[in-house]
Every structure is written in structure tokens, then in C-alpha cells.
């Protein structure tokens, strides 16, 4: 997320800020697109990833007078044991330019806009659905503001699919759709979500928010046991698997044989939905939709009831 009050504080502060963000990676990589970090004359705040990249990205920055975009190959080009691409913007801030911001979205690139950046930024103010952090089209696009929600959709099946269908029409959420190769997403993904190929998705755990709420219906049970076991030990807001009662059953003992407490392990939902609705992909979606809808409306009452 671009952080509009951070920038602003940061250029009142030094002066001249250069924000460097990732845009977009390739192969093994130490962060993920939307990574960012400040550099002003005498210190920095935020990181890239760290190591020898993250130096020499903020080197070059303390002398740069415009916004410019750089490529960088981890290993033959900085020694970093990663291996993987990494495309960074450096943006040059002073206060009148941070303050000049929009409080929603922000995009930018060379002109004209493109018509799906025009769709995507008209979804953003009139609809509320917040995009990822994403490079579209030559335009950099990030949310200023955070989402209410995240949510994390692990796997592209067709309970994936109709989960994306709902949810990416409610206001509020900022979905991240995840599988382990690209001929699994459909050829139509909605702008509005960010679609990540993880050939390993439980080592992409690590990078979603510890607020953030998954829903994990990959297509092998091993992918689902150990995106239960990283969710543990991340951290989450909330986790839904789906499933049989018996798999639960089963996922139960080996997460324990894993460390886990039966507290802990009690945190996650399965199965997912509303069975009296039945099986069919766009019904336990929807029965998905209706208990966030619940729970939510019973946390603002809560909220309501101790002020």
C-alpha cells in the first residue's frame, strides 16, 4: 500500500524523499511487488529485501532529481544468492507533491491512460474495490489507503473461481489469487485482483499481512495441510479450509504432530460455507460471503456496545 501520511510526514521531516517500490519480480525474490522503502539524504526507513540490492538502490537514490525505473538481476548483476529479477521505482517527493496525492488510488505512467487502468481506478472510487499493488499495462498502481479486508484465495479451481466471482463484486476487500502455475487462473482475471503463480504457495504465506483472512482450496491435500501449518505460524485474521469433516479430522492430528495446539488449530474454519446450501462452487461461495457478512456485523456491534 502507498502510504500517503507516511510520505507526507517523511517529506515535512527531510526534505526531499525518494520512495523506491517494487514493481514487479521474477523468479526468487527476497520481497514481493509493493515492497517499499524511503531514502532522504542521511537515512532511510522501509526495506526492499535488504543486502547488496537494497544498497545500491538506495545509493543511487540520494542522487537522482526525477522519477526513474530501474532493473535489477540478483544474482550475475548484485551476487545475491535469490537469482531472481526485481523492476524498482524511484519516485522524487518533496511536500507540495506528497500532499497533492489522491486519498484512494494512485496510478501512474506515460500517457495516455490506458482504458483498463481508466476501468480499474473508476472501480477503486466508485465501488470501493481497492486494487494490489500491480504494474498494468506500463502503469504502476497502488491503494492508498488500506483495504478492510485482505483476503487470500489459495487455489483456482472452480470453488477459487466463484470465490473470486463474489467476492471482488464486495466493497472493502483486496484480493490476492494464488495457484502454483498460470494455465490453472482463468484467462479472465478480474483487474481488481492480484493473481500470484507459487510453485511452493506455503512459502508465499510469509509475505501476506498477519491481518489477513485466507481461504485455502488448493487441488491436493498436502498443498492444503501445509498452507494450514505456515498460516499457524504466520499469523492470520482468519482461515477457512475446505473440506469433509473426516479431512479435518485427519488435518487435526497431523497439525498437532506439527507443534500446534488444539487452540491454535481451533482457529481455522472447515469446513467452509454454508452446507445447507449445498456443494455446487457458487453456493459455498456464497455461503463464504454471508459468514464474513455476519461476522463483521457482529464485531461492529460489539465495537458499538463498549463505546
Not at 514481493?32 to 545500491?56: H, K, R, Y
Not at 532529481?65 to 519516485?91: A, I, M, W, Y
Request: net charge positive; with cysteine; hydrophobic share 40%.
Amino acid at each position: 500500500m502507498f502510504d500517503r501520511a507516511g510520505r507526507i510526514e517523511a517529506c515535512r521531516a527531510h526534505g526531499k524523499v525518494v520512495r523506491a517500490v517494487v514493481v514487479q519480480v521474477q523468479g526468487s525474490t527476497p520481497r514481493a511487488p509493493g515492497a517499499a522503502m524511503l531514502v532522504w539524504d542521511n537515512g532511510q526507513s522501509g526495506t526492499i529485501g535488504g543486502g547488496t540490492l537494497e544498497f545500491e538502490v538506495s545509493r543511487r537514490a540520494r542522487s537522482l532529481s526525477r522519477d526513474t525505473f530501474s532493473r535489477h538481476t540478483l544474482g550475475p548483476d548484485l551476487g545475491q544468492c535469490c537469482g531472481g529479477v526485481v523492476e524498482v521505482l524511484s519516485e522524487v517527493y518533496d511536500l507540495d507533491r506528497a500532499q497533492a496525492l489522491p486519498q484512494d488510488v494512485i496510478a501512474r505512467g506515460p500517457d495516455p491512460m490506458p482504458l483498463s487502468i481508466k476501468r480499474l481506478m473508476k472501480a477503486a472510487r466508485n465501488q470501493g474495490q481497492l486494487p494490489p499493488t500491480q504494474l498494468r499495462d506500463g502503469w504502476l498502481i497502488e491503494p492508498t489507503r488500506p483495504a478492510d479486508r485482505e483476503l487470500w484465495i489459495w487455489g483456482a479451481g472452480h470453488v477459487g473461481r466463484a470465490l473470486v466471482d463474489v467476492f471482488r463484486h464486495l466493497p472493502g476487500y483486496a484480493l490476492t489469487w494464488v495457484d502454483t502455475a498460470a494455465n490453472r487462473f482463468p484467462a479472465d482475471i478480474p483487474e481488481t485482483v492480484r493473481n500470484v503463480v507459487a510453485a511452493d504457495p506455503a512459502r508465499l504465506m510469509a509475505h501476506a499481512p498477519t491481518h489477513a483472512n485466507h481461504l485455502i482450496l488448493t487441488y491436493s491435500h498436502e498443498i492444503d495441510l501445509a498452507l494450514c501449518h505456515a498460516a499457524l505460524a504466520h499469523g492470520f485474521g482468519s482461515c477457512g479450509l475446505i473440506g469433509s469433516r473426516t479431512k479435518w479430522a485427519r488435518f487435526r492430528k497431523r497439525l498437532m504432530t506439527l507443534g500446534h495446539t488444539e487452540t491454535q488449530i481451533s482457529r481455522i474454519t472447515c469446513p467452509i460455507g454454508d452446507p445447507s446450501l449445498g456443494k455446487e462452487p457458487h453456493m459455498i461461495a456464497l455461503g463464504v460471503a454471508h459468514q464474513f457478512a455476519r461476522l463483521r456485523l457482529e464485531r461492529q456491534a460489539a465495537r458499538e456496545a463498549r463505546a
